[in-house]
């Protein structure tokens, strides 16, 4: 049951067929279907009844020509017995029953192996383990399986405005909403929160903090200060960390805002301060690496097309990204743009499950413009 969630840290295979033996889909009768074949209203055929094969129990008798056995649900079949009929489509007493019509031998059997064979491929190094996954490897017998260890990630929020929800809220001050967002992504995911820290706009501060954080995290993320303003000082703290910067900025909108870095081999990927632009920064860029610690097979969203269900009237000079949900109608893949498609508009992630892409350099773009789609599942 604790592996449900988890990430799995190798490929497991079947041990053995599911079922592990031909049974019975119903109550009823287990029986050769030729000794059935001359049988008619007029011609009834009638078989003696050998045994009863309650389930959980093995057969003790072959079925031979004019006999059968009783059978229960999930009862293995008995020798010689190719096929079986539910009580109700025969006339019966405690020791025979009597057939009105033929039965076509094979019929009415579930096949040992037909759900799972010895040695399949029960789930691939890297998936995430669902229910059904637990169930499978519970009908397989198994008790435990190997999984990653949960990465744990920092998020680190920069910026003197910033108060904690439940903390009193001055003149000028916000609740700060980007770090609980982000750390319930990076939870979804499957990493570990470290810390979920707030720090004011001073580089000595901001890069105390990503030092401390570094000590016992995989990955640190930050909010705020990726920017060019006065109060942004991701990239001052990087260099006195002594992080090397291997990324400024993408040709996206809303996130392009966005540095990267690296110290001792760990990621320090500092997000825009607007709550939707970090949010789409993470989801577009910073997913993949998240995952990839996670041991995830699944680094990228799936993708598909969908035409717009409305027009979008903005010109995009770069990349953009627009919150929304796909959905069918007459027969094709729609997509429809949220309310708010602003830089801090949380509220339009609320009723998403698609992220769609506009091309660098487009125009406006009328109502059913195909673009291609990331599905957010």
């Excluded at 041990?15 to 009823?28: E, Y």
């Excluded at 169930?135 to 190997?146: E, I, K, P």
């Excluded at 750390?183 to 105390?208: H, K, N, Q, T, Y």
């Excluded at 949380?346 to 009328?366: H, K």
Aim: net charge negative.
């Amino acid at each position: 049951m604790d592996a449900c969630g988890r990430v799995l840290a190798e490929s497991v295979y079947a041990r053995l067929a599911s079922p592990p033996f031909d049974k019975s889909p119903f109550d009823g009768y287990a029986f050769r279907g030729e000794d059935t074949a001359s049988a008619s209203p007029e011609n009834p055929v009638t078989l003696t009844i050998t045994e009863e094969i309650p389930a959980g129990s093995a057969p003790t008798k072959p079925v031979t020509a004019g006999t059968c056995a009783k059978i229960l649900t999930g009862a293995p079949m008995p020798e010689g017995a190719n096929t079986t009929i539910g009580y109700e489509r025969v006339q019966f007493t405690a020791e025979t029953v009597t057939f009105l019509s033929p039965f076509a031998a094979g019929s009415n059997v579930v096949r040992a192996g037909e759900d799972i064979t010895a040695g399949s491929l029960l789930a691939e190094r890297g998936e995430v383990l669902t229910p059904a996954h637990i169930g499978v490897l519970a009908s397989q017998g198994f008790t435990r399986v190997n999984v990653y260890k949960k990465p744990v990630i920092g998020v680190i929020s920069t910026g003197s405005e910033l108060v904690r929800p439940g903390e009193e809220l001055k003149k000028g001050q916000i609740y700060n909403s980007s770090l609980f967002a982000i750390g319930s992504f990076l939870r979804s995911w499957g990493a570990e929160l470290g810390c979920l820290d707030m720090v004011g706009d001073d580089p000595d501060v901001i890069a105390s903090a990503l030092g401390g954080a570094l000590e016992k995290c995989d990955c640190v993320l930050t909010t705020g200060g990726a920017s060019v303003g006065d109060y942004d000082f991701d990239v001052a703290a990087a260099e006195k960390l002594g992080a090397e910067v291997v990324l400024r900025n993408v040709r996206m909108k809303p996130g392009g805002a966005m540095i990267a870095s690296v110290k001792d081999g760990k990621l320090i990927l500092g997000l825009s301060g607007n709550p939707a632009s970090a949010l789409l920064a993470l989801l577009m860029v910073g997913m993949p690496h998240i995952k990839a610690l996670c041991g995830r097979r699944d680094l990228q969203w799936a993708e598909t097309t969908a035409a717009l269900s409305e027009p979008f009237g903005k010109k995009s000079p770069q990349f953009r990204y627009l919150r929304g949900r796909v959905f069918p109608e007459n027969g094709r893949v729609m997509f429809r743009p949220n309310e708010g498609q602003g830089n801090g508009s949380l509220m339009s992630f609320c009723d998403c499950n698609a992220i769609a892409l506009i091309p660098a350099g487009s125009p406006p773009q009328p109502a059913g413009t195909e673009l291609k789609i990331f599905v957010l599942k």
